[in-house]
């Protein structure tokens, strides 16, 4: 798969001497060797991912929203290059299942730029909180007419979603689950739908990766920033790291060894 290079768009493909090439208005993304990458990029501790994310606030002097704006965009970027829209309306619904933290916000973005793209997100919500940043990306969502799913028993009745994003835990997880989101993983652990990771699959050790037993199985991870150990662990089908906002002052002083983006490209395959 080396010098492989996709142009990402729902309907278009075309192979030419082992060039494969998809057309989108995302424009055009390079997929290097993802062995080479693996080798290459480093995957973050706990306390490191802790440590540039403090840095990135107080050093750089980037702001919350502004992060999690450039993540939740590149998430659902990530999304429709490796699902793309369907000429099938029904077959473009997307749950998003957002926890109260950072990672949720992340998912409350990528689920309105999915809807910008065309899908039909619907938001699964359980335990919001009352700071202004997370009420206003909410009712962002609402007012582009996504809907919001009150409970559990609900999604049970439902079968047709294309995908499930997981943006309930990020990379400050400690176990054991809470109380509150109890049933949302255990509908995560039992459905068939493929699961798309923000990040973090929920429930995993940030450091050891997935647990003996019960855990959910990603289809697709999402890395942001840098791929944390975990990471590692990871066996599905597509492995993404996206927040194109990383200084290289600061990939230089962690010694991230970050894949090169392509062009205008805000993901990368790894």
Known sequence: MNKQFLRLTPNIS??????????????????????????????????????????????????????MELAGQSCAIAIAHSYPLSSHNNA???????GPGNNGGDGLVCARHLKLFGYAPELYYPKRTKNDLYQNLLHQCLENDIVLIENVTDLQKKNNYLLIVDALFGFSFKPPVRP??????????????????????????????????GSINPEMLISLTAPKLCARNFSGKYHYLGGRFVPNKLE????????KYYGTDLVVQI
């Open 14 to 67: 075309s192979i030419h001497t082992g060039i494969i090439n998809r057309v989108s208005c995302f424009g055009v993304i390079q997929c290097n060797s993802t062995s080479s990458i693996k080798k290459m990029v480093k995957y973050l501790t706990q306390s490191e991912a802790i440590n540039v994310d403090q840095d990135l606030f107080k050093k750089y002097k980037f702001s919350v929203d502004q992060l």
């Open 92 to 98: 473009n619904n997307i749950l998003i299942c957002c």
């Open 180 to 213: 509150d989101f109890i049933s949302i993983m255990d509908y995560l652990k039992e459905t068939t739908v493929p699961i798309c990771s923000i990040d973090i699959p929920s429930g995993w050790d940030v450091e050891k990766g997935k647990p003996e037993i």
């Open 252 to 259: 230089k002083e962690y010694q991230l060894n970050l894949p």
